[in-house]
């Protein structure tokens, strides 16, 4: 064993001097002095915030009364401003209510006024009336008449609707039934009208035009059999062996020629003549004559005469003769309710002179 060994072993054994009885109450006196300190402190420190909260209340406090002040003066100013709008819409009020007065007076003077121009219109309702009935008759007869001697069903038909429409302003309805006889022989010349009249004379004076340029048919040309017989065949068996010319002069020819365009010429002029007449009777018979013409003379393998011949075929088609159309009953009529109308104040006056007696 070693002397350090020794030396520990003497010192493990050697007994432990008392602690001293003034320790314990030192560290407890150090204890309660941090204590102490540290209460003192967060005291201080919460009274330091108190006080800086309190100083940012103070300028909250100061800024809201800011506030608050000035809202107040701001509802003194609009308190003054709804014043002076109450006082406003006060003074409009009242000259709202002398214009209510102003129209009122205004209104019953109108009234007076239309009950004096309606006693005014009573007293000329009867002229006008018979004014209109006299143009309505006198459309009516006009329009008959120019039907009857013109065929001009367009203008018969501009006519009747002119009389509808005068009709339709007397006040009186008696004469409804008038009305639709009117209404009904309209629409019945409106349906009985051809196609377009001024198409149709352009057409017909497009044929005029091109009539010298059309082709005439070959002088020596054969003529066409009909029936395919025996003499037939020995005809044209013969024409390939003898052929028989005119040898008589050119002038002849050319006087036929002019002669046949002259004709169809005039045909066409009858028709176009005929369509400015309102005449679509003759105006066909005229394009029938000129058609005939055309393939009697005219080279039928031209195709200007071939167009030719669907011109007139087309105006033919446009002017069917149509039904005629009987007029006259709105007319008789209106005439008929115009006597009786004109009977009447007659038997108003003499009633009450043949009752009164003394």
Known sequence: MSQDDLTSDVRSNRPTAPARPGGGAAALGLLLALI??????????????????????????????????GMEHQLSGTASQGNLLLQRLNDADQVNRSLREELLSQDQRMRDLEEAVGKLSEKTLSGQDAMRLDETESLLRMGAERYNLFHDAQGAAQAFALAGQTLAGVND?????????????????????????????????????????????PLDEPMAEQNGGVWARIKRALYGVIQIKRDNGAPVDIADARIARELVALDLAQAQAALLAWDDEAGSAALKRADAGLAAQFDAQSPSVQQAHQRIAALLAQLKPAAPVKLGTALAELRNLRAVHALKPNADNTAPSNGAKP
């Open 173 to 217: 309805n008696t004469f409804k039934g008038v009305q639709q006889n009117i209404d009904a022989e309209h629409e019945a010349l409106v349906k009985s009208q051809s196609a377009d009249p001024q198409q149709a004379l352009d057409s017909v004076a497009q044929l005029r035009n091109d009539l010298p340029s059309l082709a005439l048919k």
């Open 36 to 69: 102490a300190i540290v209460g003192v402190g967060y005291v201080a420190w919460r009274q330091w915030q108190l006080l800086h909260i309190n100083a940012q209340a103070l300028r909250t406090t100061a800024t809201l009364e800011e506030r608050v002040n």
